[in-house]
């Protein structure tokens, strides 16, 4: 059931940057919190950027500075640039909406599955050096 809808992924080289464009499309949980997830192939989900209920922004260690996450005015549009690729970034990439406790959770370390909130199908991301 596709409840989010990703795009603007891409292949590019190390150094590229691309612009990740996700809206919520049949969510109806209450889900307030919104951020960005990538997986690559034998790895779990990780958060990438998330929107704090407060309106702040927290990025993972590997992409700060690199990457910006914002949203439209209307709050329906998620964005995520990423600027300076590195192969390493590539994999799968997913927007989610959340509580925003389990949002923030998912950023902490512990594992944890996609099986609540609301989720997209992904954008692939192929950075190649």
């Known amino acids: 059931q596709v409840q989010m809808v990703e795009s603007g992924g891409g292949s590019v080289q190390a150094g590229g940057s691309l612009r990740l464009s996700c809206v919520r499309s049949?969510?109806?949980?209450?889900?307030?919190?919104v951020g960005w997830f990538r997986q690559a192939p034998g790895k779990e989900r990780e958060g990438v950027a998330r929107?704090?209920?407060?309106?702040?922004?927290k990025y993972a260690d590997s992409v700060r500075g690199r990457f910006t996450i914002s949203q439209d005015s209307d709050k329906k549009t998620l964005f995520l640039q990423m600027d300076n690729l590195k192969p390493g970034d590539s994999g799968m990439y997913y927007c989610?909406?959340?509580?925003?406790?389990?949002?923030?959770?998912?950023?902490?370390?512990?594992?944890?599955?996609?099986?609540?909130?609301?989720w997209g199908q992904g954008t692939q991301v192929t950075v190649s050096s």
């Open positions: 049949g969510c109806t949980l209450h889900t307030p919190c």
């Open positions: 929107i704090e209920s407060n309106g702040g922004a």
């Open positions: 989610s909406a959340q509580t925003c406790p389990d949002l923030a959770t998912m950023f902490t370390g512990a594992h944890w599955e996609p099986r609540f909130g609301c």
